[in-house]
T-cell receptor
Framework: DAGVIQSPRHEVTEMGQEVTLRCKPI?????LFWYRQTMMRGLELLIY????????DSGMPEDRFSAKMPNASFSTLKIQPSEPRDSAVYFC??????????????FGPGTRLTVL | AQSVTQPDIHITVSEGASLELRCNYS??????LFWYVQSPGQGLQLLLK??????LVQGIKGFEAEFKRSQSSFNLRKPSVHWSDAAEYFCAVGANTGFQKLVFGTGTRLLVSP
């Protein structure tokens, strides 16, 4: 398997622009997670989906952030409008099934976002 | 709510020396505990995990960790560090209702000197 795929790997945009980050989870995984990593706050869970349905979005910082998962193989995280404080590395992770106690989250390589 | 503390921001170890990275957690019940490693520009890779049973857990790349309930700790160890181990290491805790929600520590950056 190719693992979790994220695109783009790097994104530079100007304040006020819309940004869309993309994630393809590992095939057969039921859960998908979006994380944000910054120097100040470390790694934070933003939202996660189970079978394409958002389960917990309590980590989404504000209304400018939205996430969708239209099907089992694709998810997007959108920021509109973007602000400089959104600059961070955004990770996507997937998990097969929490009923399998030996399972774990697999992380993608991340998207480094810079908002000027 | 669970939380994780990694008290060391940076650690420098000579190549070939032993390593111990500290992790303390806060959680009311038996936690699920994880160690991840992040190389520069890369995502997080799981080193090892503890759910139950033997409190000494073996992982990949020669790492091990020991769960000590009395100390609320899950320290990561390696007997002999290689230059390729230089990376950032994250401890994480998940609730025993499932590990959908992991809380990560702030990480420890390991530097390996020749």
């Amino acid at each position: 398997d190719a693992g979790v795929i994220q695109s783009p790997r790097h994104e530079v945009t100007e304040m006020g622009q819309e940004v869309t980050l993309r994630c393809k989870p590992i095939s057969g995984h039921d859960y998908l997670f979006w994380y944000r990593q910054t120097m100040m706050r470390g790694l934070e869970l933003l939202i996660y989906f189970n079978n394409n349905v958002p389960i917990d979005d309590s980590g989404m910082p504000e209304d400018r952030f939205s996430a969708k998962m239209p099907n089992a193989s694709f998810s997007t995280l959108k920021i509109q409008p973007s602000e400089p404080r959104d600059s961070a590395v955004y990770f996507c992770a997937s998990l097969q099934d929490v009923a399998t106690l030996t399972d774990t989250q697999y992380f993608g390589p991340g998207t480094r976002l810079t908002v000027l | 709510a669970q939380s994780v503390t990694q008290p060391d921001i940076h650690i420098t170890v000579s190549e070939g020396a032993s390593l111990e990275l500290r992790c303390n957690y806060s959680y009311g019940a038996t936690p699920y505990l994880f160690w991840y490693v992040q190389s520069p520009g890369q995502g997080l890779q799981l080193l090892l995990k503890y759910f139950s049973g033997d409190t000494l857990v073996q992982g990949i790349k020669g790492f091990e960790a020991e769960f000590k309930r009395s100390q609320s700790s899950f320290n990561l160890r390696k007997p002999s560090v290689h230059w390729s181990d230089a990376a950032e290491y994250f401890c994480a805790v998940g609730a025993n209702t499932g590990f959908q929600k992991l809380v990560f520590g702030t990480g420890t950056r390991l530097l390996v000197s020749p």
